[in-house]
């Protein structure tokens, strides 16, 4: 068998079997390459692709864990900055509200001696009504009393 390597860059897997079987051939006599020197070749060719094919899915897989993991962060952000400016919205409501309160407080203070009177007027008019059931009573006796005098 004639072999002119042709060097075009770097030779083919094919091309690089084909050599080193050529070359352990040429090596040993024809007898002494057996079945079993080919089925080494050809599992250590097996090996070599199915490890190139391992660490291309170990690396498409860490790939697709960065990304993951960069898109929980993404979301991560996107829930702070929403969160962010839920409490700015929160804050601007409080400021508002303690607005209020303290104008409600301002028109309780200007509303208290109205209530303070209020509170004394409605004190004379329990103890006027009082007074008025006593003369009531007072009433009712002495006309029990005129009723009982002789004419």
């Known amino acids: ?72 962060y993404r979301l991560l952000e996107n829930m702070n900055t929403l969160t962010k400016e839920r409490y700015s919205e929160l804050a601007g409501m409080a400021q508002q509200l303690m607005q209020e309160v303290g104008k409600l407080r301002t028109t309780y203070s200007d509303f208290e001696p109205y209530l303070a009177r209020i509170e004394e007027i409605s004190q ?9 059931a006593e003369l009531d009573e007072y009433t009712k006796s002495l006309e029990a009393r005129l009723k009982r005098i002789p004419k």
């Open 124 to 132: 004379q008019a329990e103890t006027i009504s009082n007074i008025a």
């Open 1 to 72: 068998m004639s072999h002119s390597p042709q060097h075009t860059g770097s030779p083919s897997p094919s091309s690089s079997r084909a050599h080193s079987l050529h070359s352990s051939a040429s090596l040993q006599s024809p007898q002494a390459f057996s079945a079993a020197d080919a089925a080494r070749h050809l599992s250590q060719e097996h090996v070599t692709r199915t490890s190139q094919e391992m660490f291309r899915k170990v690396a498409d897989y860490v790939k697709s864990e960065m990304l993951a993991t960069g898109e929980d």
